[in-house]
């Protein structure tokens, strides 16, 4: 059980398009879902916390206009990366929660590449 | 404010001999610390964590850590190192928002 998925597991996109990744809790109903990002041989930066039904909260340093969270069910959040540049280049973790304060569990990551 | 600190970039150990990931943490109240695995262009896998009770937490693929309030510590270890146990851990502290904070990372390498 607690499995989370996220889609695509890669991307590779141009400078200026932008790029929608899901994440999806497949075997339970997830209140929370967080947002990290993990640059190359760093650890991972918590980006946002999404709860379903109402607007994300952004970490300092995070744009909300750049990194749109939308968390419309309780089984899926969607990251999209709007007007993505090459140092957005990344990966990308979800991780989901059945309440605020239970355990979480993470997705397997999404490789961003802007060309 | 929550930290955690791992003091190696990398560990380098043979196989069969055992092996330990260091973790050092701060925190206001009660901590909650996890272990976490990650390979390659993949996401995190649990590996255990402290919430209360034993000192000795045992967790999975034979790895356990152990807390120590007085240094504020919180070591994986395993008795028994094999090739496949070469990956990136991360040590993390979860606070009373469910927010979590992770270590640098220690990269373990395990040679045959």
């Known amino acids: 059980g607690a499995v989370v998925s996220q889609h695509p597991s890669w991307v590779i996109c141009k400078s200026g398009t932008s790029v929608k990744i899901e994440c999806r809790s497949l075997?339970?109903?997830?209140?929370?879902m967080f947002w990290y990002r993990q640059f190359p041989k760093q650890s991972l930066m918590l980006m946002a916390t999404s709860n379903e039904g109402s607007k994300a909260t952004y970490e300092q340093g995070v744009e909300k206009d750049k990194f749109l969270i939308n968390h419309a069910s309780l089984t899926l959040s969607t990251l999209t990366v709007t007007s993505a540049h090459p140092e957005d280049s990344s990966f990308y973790i979800c991780?989901?929660?059945?309440?605020?304060?239970?355990?979480?569990?993470f997705g397997p990551g999404t490789r961003l590449t802007v060309l | 404010a929550q930290s955690v600190a791992q003091p190696e970039d990398q560990v380098n150990v043979a196989e069969g001999n055992p092996l330990t990931v260091k973790c050092t943490y701060s925190v206001s109240g009660n901590p909650y610390l996890f272990w976490y695995v990650q390979y390659p262009n993949r996401g995190l896998q649990f590996l255990l964590k402290?919430?209360?009770?034993?000192?000795l937490v045992k967790g999975s693929y034979g790895f356990e850590a152990e807390f120590n309030k007085s240094q504020t510590s919180f070591h994986l270890k395993k008795p028994s190192a094999l090739v496949s146990d070469s990956a990136l851990y991360f040590c993390a502290v979860r606070d009373g928002f469910n927010k979590f904070y992770f270590g640098s990372g220690t990269k373990l390498n395990v040679k045959p």
């Open positions: 402290y919430i209360t009770g034993d000192n």
């Open positions: 075997d339970f109903q997830a209140t929370t």
């Open positions: 991780s989901a929660s059945v309440s605020y304060y239970n355990e979480q569990f």
